[in-house]
């Protein structure tokens, strides 16, 4: 793993970050302003927000220009409270586009962008492509098995918890396989969605919830002054 300055995991201690801003050269200011042009078009951030994310990975990342699975992790646990590992490894798979083991800088915007701002379509596909583990375009029984496992707290029976779990499962593709194959596609996942919103992250959270955005904002904010 990748080592790199720990990132704060409470409000009570994000300040300490100030301490470590060193100012940017401007080359690197002019830099970084036209890669926000360039990324803000195709994002639901402004210019001045894509600024803010690149810097911060530019302080964050040890190399500057990118970031590995640990540091993800340690970022998506310490500000948004995720805890699940399985969710937390896809989700860095659906940052990593080229499937290289880092989140660059164009990843790492567009990731973002969708996780705390997905719009309409893009909510379910978001949440779809995290849950189908083998990305065959479909959620078997034995995939939602596993995320639900992951996710739920342990019993001291494991077999009593392992038979909740299937009789978990069979509720929700009964509820949710609307061409009644076996397995739940996009499409039937998106109108069970648009029916019930509870559904969007039944298998485990892929999106943060409103004190994650808000910790997440206060730390993005920091870096202001580096603008």
């Keep these: 793993m990748s080592t790199s300055k720990n990132l704060p995991t409470s409000l009570s201690i994000q300040p300490y970050l100030l301490d470590f801003l060193m100012p940017l050269t401007n080359i690197q200011r002019k830099e970084q302003r036209i ?3 360039q990324l803000a078009a195709g994002t639901h951030f402004d210019e001045e927000e894509v600024r803010l ?4 990975l530019w302080y964050v990342a040890p190399n500057k220009k990118s970031f590995d699975r640990g540091l993800f992790r340690q970022m998506v646990h310490g500000i948004f ?7 937390m490894d896809r989700l860095f798979r659906l940052f990593d586009r080229d499937n290289d083991g ?3 800088q164009e990843e790492w915007i567009r990731g973002m962008s969708t996780f705390l701002r997905a719009q309409g379509d893009e909510r379910p596909l978001w949440a779809f492509t995290i849950y189908d ?25 494991e077999e009593d ?7 978990m499962v069979e509720m929700i593709n009964k509820k949710m396989d609307e061409d009644k194959d076996g397995r739940i596609s996009l499409s039937d996942f998106s109108k069970a969605t648009e029916k019930d919103s509870l559904l969007l992250q039944a298998f485990g959270r892929c999106f943060p919830d409103q004190e994650g955005v808000d910790n997440f904002t206060i730390v993005l904010n920091q870096f202001k002054p580096q603008l």
């Design 161 to 167: 918890r392992d038979d909740s779990i299937k009789d």
């Design 133 to 157: 583990m083998n990305s065959d375009g479909y959620l078997t029984r034995e995939e939602i098995f596993h995320l639900l496992k992951g996710s739920m707290v342990k019993l001291a029976n």
């Design 35 to 37: 890669m926000a042009q």
């Design 81 to 87: 409270q995720l805890t699940d590992d399985i969710i």
């Design 53 to 56: 994310l690149l810097l911060m």
């Design 102 to 104: 880092l989140i660059n």
